[in-house]
């Protein structure tokens, strides 16, 4: 089954109803082994275009992954990114701000971590987080100290998404390209993945009470990603909703959506002119001699 990037893409000024979204898809490979031979050419494929993006040095590619606890942000960027040259890839996890980060505008903390020119970014949660756990929970605003002019509830979220929309055009004009993930899952799935994670001593470290208490807003954060979702989807930087229910599936749909967005940009090796082929023959001779 062919994937096409453009059944996940949230066009701009959709409207997003996530309940409307699929969390499982039909499967994308027939059987585990070419589930594993179409990831292994995802990933070939993305080496390849990572040394082609540092070569070029004119772009760079931040990718973020947004979704529920355990709907497979971790293990995506694991699978998706096993054969990227760590060199040219960084990755960011951003927990709790920090005493230092809450003395800043909300974007501060991830713009400071933003990927260099021919370089690959990755975010496992972002500033995207400023208008949804905070929104879920609203008492986080007053840890920011923000003026009491600006503490509207009524206007706070559209302008955060003003100001997410207008740091994203800022980053796509000055050579940033900006892929979205959302990973969808199920309240079932995750139940299941989170009993797993209890029954699996292995995986005993990825789960805390904090999990289950954050399950009970299960319906707010879902209304607070369809918000989300429909304001900051844009043309240049796009929201892609990824079926999570099934692992193998979403990892596939993810990197063939990586891959297509590095091909829409025009890269291209330094080519050697006239002067430096010369310079380069002249070393060859001094280098050859024996």
């Not at 003003?162 to 309240?187: A, R």
């Amino acid at each position: 089954m062919k994937i096409n990037s453009k059944d996940f893409l949230v066009r701009p000024d959709e409207k997003v109803k996530l309940k409307k979204w699929p969390t499982n898809v039909k499967p994308v490979y027939k059987s585990k082994e070419e589930y594993h031979k179409i990831l292994a050419e995802h990933v070939k494929e993305l080496a390849s275009l990572q040394s082609l993006l540092y070569a070029s040095n004119r772009y760079s590619l931040l990718l973020i992954f947004q979704g529920m606890d355990a709907a497979g942000k971790d293990s995506a960027i694991k699978h998706v990114m096993s054969g990227v040259n760590p060199q040219g890839c960084q990755v960011y996890s951003f927990k709790h701000p920090s005493i230092e980060e809450l003395e800043h505008d909300f974007l501060w903390r991830t713009t400071r971590s933003l990927p260099e020119r021919g370089k690959i970014g990755v975010f496992n949660r972002s500033y995207y987080e400023e208008v949804l756990i905070v929104r879920v929970h609203p008492e986080i605003l007053s840890s920011q100290r923000l003026p009491d002019e600006f503490l509207d509830k009524k206007t706070i979220w559209k302008d955060r998404y003003h100001s997410i929309v207008d740091l994203e055009k800022h980053l796509h004009l000055n050579g940033t390209k900006i892929i979205k993930f959302f990973l969808h899952l199920s309240k079932e799935e995750q139940r299941k993945r989170f009993l797993e994670r209890i029954d699996n001593p292995e995986k005993n470290w990825k789960f805390g009470v904090a999990d289950i208490e954050e399950r009970k807003f299960w319906d707010d954060y879902m209304d607070a990603y369809d918000d989300c979702l429909s304001a900051t989807s844009t043309t240049n930087s796009p929201w892609y909703i990824v079926p999570a229910d099934g692992k193998e599936n979403s990892r596939l749909m993810v990197s063939q959506i990586v891959l297509d967005s590095l091909k829409e940009l025009r890269m291209a090796y330094p080519k050697t002119d006239a002067k430096r082929r010369q310079d380069l023959q002249s070393i060859r001779k001094m280098l050859s001699k024996k």
